[in-house]
């Protein structure tokens, strides 16, 4: 009995197994996920709230809601999701809702296509609820397996749905798994942070310069603190996230951090996304003559010796004026470079790009003013600055900053002496980048601002500067002294201070080489005389 | 006939020598930092001058410490006496085979003029190169010694201004050591010691 009861035994184990095995379908078990390396002490996929399929972006929210309830909350205080930012300084309201750029120019009127990029859901029009928790969007951030998509054009919407839009297009948006994707969730990444701001100006490294989607999985010369397959920082180990309010800021950036490196629990409580932060204000261990320059220069002026570094090519101009061209069958058309680059769009005008630029540099003390819409201003042979940059050598919290410095023309009302916000994106009538039609488009756009438009417009020529602080090289490739230290060098045009081998004095330099000349001159003179009357 | 005078001692002819090939080695440097010119690079022209700036500190404070045990500073003295008598041998009697009115001697190893210079050079011109070459090495520590308002390039012009006149004087110095009793005598003098005079 005994040898036949655990022969059958053994088969009905063997049978089990198999059924066990063939009930996994192949294909899952090949591309099973890997183990979810969890720095949490909450693995989401078990959670049973997230294991629904759901229909919208919202839902997804309401579950993360019932168990981290004052989420939403901290959000709600936030840049990201206000898009509107009271500077504390010049009183000027800020933020995206309210600023004028010289990219895109303006979120109103096209709320739809621009806030794909808020943290929201359904931020459609001026009625958006900014109270509304369950349209914080969590996944935009906390996504991890790259599936998370806010196509834009939806108001910030996710599709569940195969669609076609723009409808009668032929494009298919594809629909997301929230599921998902709700179920993988975890901390920010280089990824999500750069799904929105390495697109900024409404394409890849457009507006930054030191941020495009080569920073994703940077090597360590392109950023010396990302390298993937080094230190593999993520965004947020410099911009330190806390109670979901992300430390650094553009609209008051610190230019010069006099703290010294961050301590934990330093009474300060301070939290900059400064170099400084980590390094402290005296970092050259081997040369200690390099800490003397953290005086005068930003970490960032030598250790960033160019932008666009990582093979994306960045905008340096934009002419709106030339916008509008069309082919002979009134068709939009696009010109590209020989690198096959965009150079010009019937929509949009015309660009200029660059890779590897050398950045521009300016005395910065953080302090930001903006021309905002309701400024008066001034049509001038000069420029008009989209963001004014303070700072000067003499104010003791100025540093010498690097700069990308972006010009273009744009919309200007000569009558009303302001800038202009167009409707350029949706697919209506009034949209400029459909219909092309300037008069159309101002009116509804300068509606939507609240702003008075006079009926007439000509463009301007402007200007906006952009601190660097990205793509930090390693040290082996920080400027040399004579990038600087030299005639005609990186700071040729800086001014307020001395700097050895651009600087003389002209008078001392002229005087001192005439008087070493003269005493040459006078002792072969003399020596001259006395070999002559010594011969006699 | 010749008399030979045991003039300059083994100390006294390192710290002139290697005084003079610091002094020259830091016109060369600091020129190039400068912007006068190129030769080593920006980065190693001041890690040398650096470096041969401490060398001179340290040779000083030898030469300091010499003259004041040997009491050879009185060689610094100044005198007018005399003075306008060298003045008028180096204008005109020079050229008339006139002898020299200048015997130097081991209690007198300078003319008046020499004591004149080198005293200008001691108490006036190292005074303004040191001064402003400290100041010009620490800059990063001026704040936190209370002189912010401290503006380098005052400190940049004042080094600079020592630079020109120690260059003038090199120039002049290298040719007047061909005044002595032959042309070579001066140089011979400080190289083995002794001194060959009338």
Same mark, same amino acid.
């Not at chain 1, 992300?246 to 950036?253: D, N």
């Not at chain 1, 600055?385 to 023309?409: A, C, E, H, Q, Y």
């Not at chain 1, 602080?469 to 700071?491: D, I, N, Q, S, W």
């Not at chain 2, 040719?175 to 190289?191: D, E, F, P």
């Given at each position: 009995?005994?040898?036949?009861?655990?022969?059958?035994?053994?088969?009905?184990?063997?049978?089990?197994?198999?059924?066990?095995?063939?009930?996994?379908?192949?294909?899952?078990? +090949?591309?099973?996920?890997?183990?979810?390396?969890?720095?949490?002490?909450?693995?989401?996929?078990?959670? +049973?709230?997230?294991?629904?399929?759901?229909?919208?972006?919202?839902?997804?929210?309401?579950?993360?809601?019932?168990?981290?309830?004052?989420?939403?909350?901290?959000?709600?205080?936030?840049?990201?999701?206000?898009?509107?930012?009271?500077?504390?300084?010049?009183?000027?309201?800020?933020?995206?809702?309210?600023?004028?750029?010289?990219?895109?120019?303006?979120?109103?009127?096209?709320?739809?296509?621009?806030?794909?990029?808020?943290?929201?859901?359904?931020?459609?029009?001026?009625?958006?609820?900014?109270?509304?928790?369950?349209?914080?969007?969590?996944?935009?951030?906390?996504?991890?397996?790259?599936?998370?998509?806010?196509?834009?054009?939806?108001?910030?919407?996710?599709?569940? +749905?195969?669609?076609?839009?723009?409808?009668?297009?032929?494009?298919?948006?594809?629909?997301?798994?929230?599921?998902?994707?709700?179920?993988?969730?975890?901390?920010?990444?280089?990824?999500?942070?750069?799904?929105?701001?390495?697109?900024?100006?409404?394409?890849?490294?457009?507006?930054?310069?030191?941020?495009?989607?080569?920073? $994703?999985?940077?090597?360590?010369?392109?950023?010396?603190?990302?390298?993937?397959?080094?230190?593999?920082?993520?965004?947020?180990?410099?911009?330190?996230?806390? $109670?979901?309010?992300?430390?650094?800021?553009?609209?008051?950036?610190?230019?010069?951090?006099?703290?010294?490196?961050?301590?934990?629990?330093?009474?300060?409580?301070?939290?900059?996304?400064?170099?400084? @932060?980590?390094?402290?204000?005296?970092?050259?261990?081997?040369?200690?003559?390099?800490?003397?320059?953290?005086?005068?220069?930003?970490?960032?002026?030598?250790?960033?010796?160019?932008?666009?570094?990582?093979?994306?090519?960045?905008?340096?101009?934009?002419?709106?004026?030339?916008?509008?061209?069309?082919?002979?069958?009134?068709?939009?058309?696009?010109?590209?470079?020989? +690198?096959?680059?965009?150079?010009?769009?019937?929509? &949009?005008?015309?660009?200029?790009?660059?890779?590897?630029?050398?950045?521009?540099?300016?005395?910065?003390?953080?302090?930001?003013?903006?021309?905002?819409?309701?400024?008066?201003?001034?049509?001038?042979?000069?420029?008009?600055?989209?963001?004014?940059?303070?700072?000067?050598?003499?104010?003791?919290?100025?540093?010498?900053?690097?700069?990308? /410095?972006?010009?273009? $023309?744009?919309?200007?009302?000569?009558?009303?002496?302001?800038?202009?916000?167009?409707?350029?994106?949706?697919?209506?009538?009034?949209?400029?980048?459909?219909?092309?039609?300037?008069?159309?488009?101002?009116?509804?756009?300068?509606?939507?601002?609240?702003?008075?438009?006079?009926?007439?417009?000509?463009?301007?020529?402007?200007?906006?500067?952009?601190?660097?602080?990205?793509?930090? @090289?390693?040290?082996?490739?920080?400027?040399?002294?004579?990038?600087?230290?030299?005639?005609?060098?990186?700071?040729?045009?800086?001014?307020?201070?001395?700097?050895?081998?651009?600087?003389?004095?002209?008078? /001392?330099?002229?005087?001192?080489?005439?008087?070493?000349?003269?005493?040459?001159?006078?002792?072969?003179?003399?020596? /001259?005389?006395?070999?002559?009357?010594?011969?006699? | 006939?010749?008399?030979?005078?045991?003039?300059?001692?083994?100390?006294?002819?390192?710290?002139?020598?290697?005084?003079?090939?610091?002094?020259? %080695?830091?016109?060369?440097?600091?020129?190039?930092?400068?912007?006068?010119?190129?030769?080593?690079?920006?980065?190693?022209?001041?890690?040398?001058?650096?470096?041969?700036?401490?060398?001179?500190?340290?040779?000083?404070?030898?030469?300091?410490?010499?003259?004041?045990?040997?009491?050879?500073?009185?060689?610094?003295?100044?005198?007018? &006496?005399?003075?306008?008598?060298?003045?008028?041998?180096?204008?005109?009697?020079?050229?008339?085979?006139?002898?020299?009115?200048?015997?130097?001697?081991?209690?007198?190893?300078?003319?008046?003029?020499?004591?004149?210079?080198?005293?200008?050079?001691?108490?006036?011109?190292?005074?303004?190169?040191?001064?402003?070459?400290?100041?010009?090495? %620490?800059?990063?520590?001026?704040?936190?010694?209370?002189?912010?308002?401290?503006?380098?390039?005052?400190?940049?012009?004042?080094?600079?201004?020592?630079?020109?006149?120690?260059?003038?004087?090199?120039?002049?110095?290298?040719?007047?050591?061909?005044?002595?009793? &032959?042309?070579?005598?001066? /140089? &011979?003098?400080?190289?083995?010691?002794?001194?060959?005079?009338?």
């Amino acid at each position: 009995m005994k040898p036949v009861f655990a022969r059958v035994a053994l088969g009905m184990c063997c049978a089990a197994w198999l059924a066990v095995a063939v009930a996994v379908p192949a294909d899952e078990a +090949k591309s099973a996920p890997k183990p979810l390396k969890l720095n949490t002490t909450a693995d989401h996929t078990k959670f +049973k709230e997230l294991q629904n399929p759901f229909k919208s972006g919202p839902e997804v929210t309401k579950a993360c809601l019932a168990c981290h309830t004052e989420a939403a909350g901290q959000i709600h205080r936030t840049k990201h999701w206000k898009w509107e930012y009271l500077n504390p300084d010049t009183k000027q309201m800020l933020g995206k809702k309210t600023i004028v750029n010289n990219f895109c120019i303006s979120i109103a009127s096209n709320y739809a296509s621009c806030t794909s990029c808020h943290v929201g859901y359904g931020w459609k029009d001026a009625n958006f609820d900014f109270k509304s928790e369950e349209n914080v969007d969590c996944l935009a951030c906390h996504d991890t397996t790259g599936n998370y998509k806010k196509p834009p054009g939806l108001a910030g919407n996710v599709v569940t +749905k195969d669609m076609e839009f723009p409808p009668g297009s032929g494009k298919i948006l594809k629909a997301i798994d929230l599921s998902q994707i709700a179920q993988k969730v975890g901390k920010s990444s280089r990824d999500t942070c750069g799904a929105c701001h390495f697109f900024g100006g409404g394409g890849d490294g457009v507006k930054h310069g030191d941020l495009d989607s080569s920073m $994703s999985a940077p090597d360590k010369e392109l950023d010396v603190h990302m390298d993937a397959t080094g230190l593999d920082f993520t965004c947020a180990t410099c911009h330190k996230t806390s $109670s979901h309010d992300v430390a650094g800021s553009r609209y008051t950036p610190m230019a010069k951090d006099t703290k010294g490196a961050h301590m934990s629990g330093r009474a300060d409580n301070g939290n900059p996304a400064s170099c400084v @932060a980590c390094h402290g204000n005296g970092p050259h261990k081997k040369e200690p003559r390099l800490n003397q320059h953290t005086a005068k220069v930003a970490c960032q002026t030598c250790h960033i010796p160019a932008f666009a570094r990582g093979g994306v090519a960045t905008k340096m101009t934009w002419d709106w004026s030339t916008a509008g061209q069309t082919d002979a069958q009134g068709q939009q058309i696009t010109r590209k470079d020989a +690198k096959g680059r965009i150079t010009y769009e019937s929509r &949009k005008g015309d660009f200029t790009l660059a890779e590897n630029v050398k950045p521009e540099y300016a005395w910065f003390n953080g302090h930001i003013e903006y021309t905002l819409l309701s400024d008066k201003i001034e049509k001038t042979d000069q420029r008009t600055p989209i963001n004014k940059l303070g700072g000067s050598p003499t104010d003791g919290k100025s540093l010498i900053w690097p700069m990308k /410095v972006f010009r273009g $023309s744009q919309p200007y009302d000569p009558i009303n002496k302001t800038l202009i916000t167009p409707h350029t994106a949706g697919n209506d009538d009034t949209g400029f980048w459909k219909n092309l039609a300037w008069d159309k488009a101002i009116p509804v756009g300068m509606k939507d601002s609240g702003a008075p438009y006079s009926g007439k417009f000509e463009f301007i020529k402007t200007e906006m500067s952009w601190p660097i602080t990205h793509m930090v @090289a390693p040290k082996e490739k920080a400027l040399g002294c004579t990038e600087c230290h030299t005639k005609a060098g990186r700071l040729a045009g800086i001014e307020g201070v001395y700097l050895p081998g651009r600087d003389a004095n002209k008078l /001392v330099d002229t005087a001192g080489w005439g008087i070493a000349l003269l005493t040459l001159l006078g002792m072969i003179g003399h020596g /001259v005389l006395r070999v002559i009357r010594r011969k006699r | 006939m010749i008399q030979r005078v045991y003039m300059f001692r083994r100390f006294e002819r390192f710290w002139h020598w290697s005084q003079a090939g610091l002094i020259i %080695f830091l016109l060369l440097t600091g020129f190039e930092i400068h912007g006068a010119y190129a030769n080593f690079g920006f980065k190693k022209a001041v890690d040398y001058h650096v470096i041969a700036a401490w060398s001179l500190v340290g040779l000083w404070i030898f030469a300091i410490f010499w003259h004041l045990a040997t009491g050879e500073w009185r060689h610094y003295i100044p005198t007018r &006496k005399n003075v306008m008598v060298m003045a008028k041998f180096y204008s005109s009697g020079i050229f008339k085979h006139e002898p020299h009115p200048f015997r130097p001697s081991l209690v007198n190893k300078h003319n008046p003029l020499q004591r004149l210079t080198y005293l200008a050079i001691l108490t006036m011109l190292s005074p303004l190169i040191w001064f402003t070459g400290w100041l010009y090495l %620490f800059y990063a520590d001026w704040a936190a010694w209370g002189l912010s308002k401290l503006q380098l390039e005052w400190v940049a012009v004042g080094h600079t201004v020592g630079a020109f006149l120690m260059l003038a004087f090199l120039i002049s110095h290298l040719y007047l050591i061909t005044t002595g009793h &032959k042309v070579t005598s001066q /140089v &011979k003098a400080m190289i083995t010691g002794w001194e060959e005079l009338d």
